[in-house]
């Protein structure tokens, strides 16, 4: 029983810490172009969080089963302790450097490392493991690929009633950019929260608290509090990064932005598949940025937060075997 408290409070502080480190990404884009004012706009982000984390509960159902079994892996607290340790030690490091790096990654990468550690390469569902990788690798792309072809439209839509002049919509694109980063907010809830949510779920399975996988009310809200609490923090680092140093972020192309990334977010939501906000928002700010100036684009910064996107999973793989195996001497 004290394992699984320890669990629940690790799951809460990687919540928490989420909330400042990937939430930053929903406003990054209206606190940049002042849309919104830097401190109502964590508040908001941290209300719409909350109510799209106790929303929706599909994504954490299948973290909490697709990487591996609950209900047959053996040392199956001390996965989740070494899994979460590790997810929070790598989002601390980026966060602290201002790198806009993917806590649903390294949480995956994680939980992938503990359990190769614990019960082998044997004890760790490839199948449903691959399909997470494969729809986390896809979904970068498809964000870049929806932003520049919805940024392309805005474009011939304000041509075509400004004149030519994109300047003349600015007001009307902050004043919608509320309503967008509102939505974002939402769907980082929606899908991100689970995440720690599935953690708690795979380690009430394991332990025998619960029979099926299912996402307890306490679960739901309390990890929603902790993602709104983080969130209310703010992660001033990443939106710097994200809101200034991709792209010179213009309201047309924010308002943009947001949209792509809630409608990517959304329908991953709705089949209950994890994705990274982190770098779903991302894409779609290069994407609307090399649709609007694609030579205003700052490639060296994207090319770095690429390389980080590589790295995480196999890095987090590595660290949670090592924390497993030490931690497995002690306890």
């Known amino acids: 029983m004290t394992l699984l408290?320890?669990?629940v409070i690790l799951a809460l502080l990687f919540d928490f810490i989420n909330g400042f480190h990937d939430t930053a990404n929903a406003i990054a884009t209206s606190v940049s172009t002042k849309a919104m004012n830097p401190r109502f706009a964590v508040f908001y982000a941290a209300v719409l969080n909350f109510v799209g984390a106790v929303t929706f509960e599909g994504v954490a159902k299948n973290i909490g089963g697709s990487i591996a079994d609950p209900f047959k892996i053996e040392h199956g607290l001390e996965i989740i302790v070494a899994t979460l340790i590790s997810a929070i030690l790598w989002n601390l490091l980026t966060w602290y450097f201002g790198i806009p790096s993917s806590s649903s990654h390294t949480l995956i990468g994680s939980l992938a490392g503990a359990v190769i550690a614990g019960a082998g390469f044997s004890g760790l569902n490839w199948a449903g493991f691959n399909k997470i990788i494969i729809i986390l690798i896809l979904s970068p792309l498809i964000a870049f690929v929806v932003g520049f072809i919805f940024m392309n439209l805005v474009k011939w839509i304000v041509k075509l009633l400004g004149n030519g002049s994109p300047s003349k919509f600015n007001r009307t694109f902050r004043t919608m950019q509320i309503v967008s980063a509102g939505l974002q907010a939402f769907s980082h809830g929606t899908n991100d929260a689970q995440k720690a949510m599935g953690i708690i779920v795979f380690a009430l399975v394991a332990q025998g608290q619960l029979t099926e996988m299912h996402v307890p009310l306490w679960v739901k809200?309390?990890?929603a509090t902790a993602m709104?609490?983080?969130?209310s923090v703010?992660?001033?680092k990443i939106i710097k990064t994200v809101g200034r140093k991709i792209f010179k972020i213009e309201p047309m192309n924010g308002f943009t932005s947001d949209i792509t990334a809630f409608s990517v977010?959304?329908?991953a939501t709705a089949f209950g598949m994890p994705l990274s906000t982190t770098h779903v928002i991302t894409s779609?700010?290069?994407g609307t940025g090399t649709a609007l100036r694609p030579k205003s684009v700052n490639w060296s910064v994207v090319g770095r937060m690429v390389m980080t996107?590589?790295?995480t999973i196999p890095i987090s793989m590595l660290l949670a075997f090592l924390i497993f195996k030490v931690l497995i001497i002690f306890i």
Request: proline share 0%; glycine share 18%.
């Open 228 to 231: 709104g609490l983080g969130t």
């Open 284 to 286: 779609s700010i290069i």
């Open 309 to 311: 996107w590589a790295i």
């Open 5 to 7: 408290v320890i669990i």
């Open 221 to 223: 809200l309390s990890a």
């Open 234 to 236: 703010g992660g001033w």
């Open 265 to 267: 977010l959304q329908t």
